[in-house]
């Protein structure tokens, strides 16, 4: 039987979809969300574009305020600092304790330090939240050369972000290329190209030791793990996110990186849940794993749903999917696509300008990865080709049944096929 009372702690796109296909599930069961971060639900992708003035906050949210009413959906804005598991009570900063029949923990990433020297000084700080956004914008005041420390999607965001205010801005990254932990060399490279056409510097290589004080409580450099010391007005740390499970404090909530649950997303503790990015999934081998992705939690919310309406429903990843964009350089990548596994065969493109490329991986004959950089290709296409199990020569066949690219239509396919196949 469904839960009288469904408590949600966090308005993401985890937590929000679990609300909202839960209500539809459950017309007459009572609904609280609660979120300190914003009062509605948001488009988290969005920040950058609202400080580049491309948006405002108002364009952000999906939904209007009477919408929440409408779906008899409780939104109460506080933090929540105590999860009393006994006795299903939650403390919340500002407002009344609040009573759960069942609770979803969807509280999301916070950004990841890792102790430096410095890291907690005014001008020093990460980019996640709708709150590190409006620090953003007073940190920068004045400012005038930034160092972005780590080489992921977050800081390729925040240096667009900062080169839109005319601050210079200086990539420090210990891996040799630009994300080079995920992408394969030849997209690496072409990251590192497009950083280069906007005049960043790039730092490979170098591990970050200090970040100096001015004196005055504020950043004015950084000194490397070579004693190299560089000035700046602003450092942005952006390597990578961890599950937020600061209100795990306290209390008996299973952790490990993330709240541990079980494939239904169950917790050990009876009518708890957790799902997005804050959600470490136990595997039936005893490993486990967190997917920090909007897609993910927006599918953990779609079968959590279930769960706490009485259909207990496992979350199955399926084709792994996700898309970025560095600077104009659009990313998708679908499946598996490593490097030096054995077995695997990879056929790979890329245009003479450096803008645009193909990986299409290989392994006993048929396709398990792709990757496309600067052209716009069909994500449920794509799926298909790896679910079907398609052969490479089969998937040439139907190239321009993927692409969607309005300004690059087809112009690539020819030439794609033309390399591939003199490779088969």
């Not at 081998?285 to 207990?312: C, F, R």
């Not at 794509?382 to 066949?397: A, S």
């Amino acid at each position: 039987m469904a839960s009288n009372n469904l408590v949600i702690i966090g308005n993401g796109i985890a937590g929000i979809t679990t609300a909202l296909e839960y209500r539809k599930l459950n017309p007459e069961s009572k609904i609280t969300v609660i979120s300190g971060e914003s009062q509605y639900f948001y488009s988290r992708t969005a920040l950058m574009y609202i400080f580049m003035g491309h948006m405002e906050f108002e364009n952000t949210i999906p939904y209007p305020p009477d919408f929440w009413k409408k779906q008899k959906i409780d939104l109460v804005f506080d933090w929540v600092e105590k999860v009393d598991t006994n006795s299903k009570i939650l403390k919340l900063k500002n407002t009344d304790n609040i009573f759960y029949d069942k609770l979803v923990l969807a509280t999301g990433s916070i950004s990841n330090k890792f102790g430096w020297p410095g890291q907690d000084l005014d001008g020093v700080q990460g980019l996640y939240s709708l709150q590190d956004l409006e620090l953003l914008e007073k940190n920068v005041l004045n400012a005038k050369k930034a160092i972005i420390v780590g080489g992921g999607l977050i800081g390729i965001e925040l240096a667009e972000m900062l080169h839109s205010r005319g601050i210079h801005v200086t990539f420090l990254i210990r891996e040799n290329l630009y994300w080079n932990s995920v992408l394969p060399d030849e997209e690496s490279k072409l990251v590192v190209h497009a950083i280069k056409s906007e005049h960043f510097d790039l730092i490979r290589k170098t591990n970050l030791k200090e970040i100096v004080d001015n004196g005055n409580g504020r950043v004015s450099g950084i000194i490397t793990e070579f004693d190299q010391k560089i000035e700046c007005d602003f450092v942005g740390l952006t390597p990578g996110v961890s599950p937020n499970v600061s209100i795990a404090k306290d209390s008996n909530l299973p952790i490990k990186k993330g709240y541990l649950v079980n494939k239904y997303l169950e917790t050990e503790i009876t009518d708890i849940y957790a799902c997005g990015d804050c959600a470490e999934i136990v595997k039936d081998d005893g490993t486990s794993k967190i997917w920090p992705l909007w897609y993910t939690g927006k599918m953990h919310g779609e079968v959590l749903a279930q769960t706490l309406s009485g259909n207990k429903t496992e979350f199955k990843m399926g084709v792994f999917f996700n898309s970025a964009k560095f600077l104009d350089l659009e990313y998708q990548t679908y499946g598996d696509v490593f490097r030096d596994r054995i077995g695997e065969k990879h056929h790979y493109w890329q245009s003479e300008d450096k803008n645009h490329s193909l990986r299409l991986v290989e392994k006993e004959g048929v396709l398990i990865g792709v990757n496309v950089m600067g052209i716009r290709y069909r994500h449920r296409v794509c799926e298909d080709w790896i679910k079907n199990k398609l052969t490479i020569k089969k998937v040439l066949t139907l190239l321009e049944d993927a692409n969607f690219d309005p300004e690059f239509s087809k112009k690539f396919e020819p030439e794609i096929i033309n390399k591939f196949r003199g490779a088969l």
